[in-house]
């Protein structure tokens, strides 16, 4: 017999979702642009994959600061139901392996790849424990309290549709928009997270947790990292 949707109940306080949206622009546009002056001014010997830990870590730090009691909260829908919880992760990623199959297939017609893993690639080919650190424990916590917590959970109140497609949209172009200000083509590119956005968005709906769509962005980028170390290639990383 088919489970009914749980009901979803998962809030942030008003404090806690402005302090997520306001770190938002912070950390998609101003932060990197600060970090940037000061390491290649007072560090130039800085690796790329370093000043990321870096970047990350702040926003780590950021998020415990202000979003600790909800990721509290959240904790006791996991643990009432860890097994859902869990079925749903792997459900997620099963999901998103098949949508990326069809995305892939279409965007390998165009004559580059997506800039953005390829500088993940990079930075793993020569600093993998640096970026694993950065990219399966604190790009998932920093970002899903973001475009999960705080958007999706902010407008799923009033539009299930709306909070699927913002959040959905926002986190798709925050990966490439800085790519797309030297070359606007680069915007098609948008396209290969929406599948990992969706995924995200239904995970933490159906698990009625934050920590459900925390826990599925580690899985994905932890098993991409792994198949970049063994095979140099990726399935779908999110950073």
């Not at 000043?51 to 909800?70: K, Q």
């Not at 949508?99 to 004559?111: D, H, T, W």
């Not at 600093?127 to 424990?137: I, K, N, P």
């Not at 705080?150 to 949209?169: H, I």
């Amino acid at each position: 017999m088919k489970r009914p949707p749980l009901p979803f109940t998962s809030r942030q306080t008003r404090g806690e979702a402005v302090a997520a949206l306001v770190y938002l622009p912070l950390h998609a546009v101003l932060l990197p642009l600060l970090l940037s002056f000061l390491l290649l001014n007072f560090f130039p010997e800085s690796s790329t994959a370093v000043f990321n830990l870096i970047y990350y870590a702040l926003g780590a730090v950021y998020m415990l600061c202000f979003e600790l009691r909800f990721l509290r909260r959240d904790f006791d829908p996991l643990c009432d139901r860890p097994i859902r919880c869990l079925t749903e992760v792997f459900i997620g990623y099963g999901l998103m392996l098949g949508m990326n199959l069809a995305v892939n297939l279409g965007l390998s017609l165009l004559p580059a790849d997506n800039p953005n893993n390829a500088a993940v690639m990079d930075m793993a080919g020569s600093e993998l424990g640096t970026v694993s650190a950065m990219a399966v424990f604190l790009a998932p916590l920093v970002e899903e309290l973001m475009f999960r917590g705080a958007v999706f959970g902010r407008l799923r109140r009033r539009s299930r549709a709306l909070a699927y497609g913002a959040s959905m949209l926002l986190f798709s172009v925050y990966h490439v928009w800085s790519f797309a200000l030297l070359d606007p083509r680069q915007l098609i590119y948008l396209v290969q997270y929406l599948p990992a956005s969706f995924v995200l968005c239904r995970c933490y709906e159906r698990t009625d947790s934050i920590w459900g769509p925390i826990f599925l962005h580690m899985l994905i980028n932890g098993i991409s990292l792994s198949v970049i170390s063994s095979l140099g290639e990726y399935l779908c990383l999110i950073l």
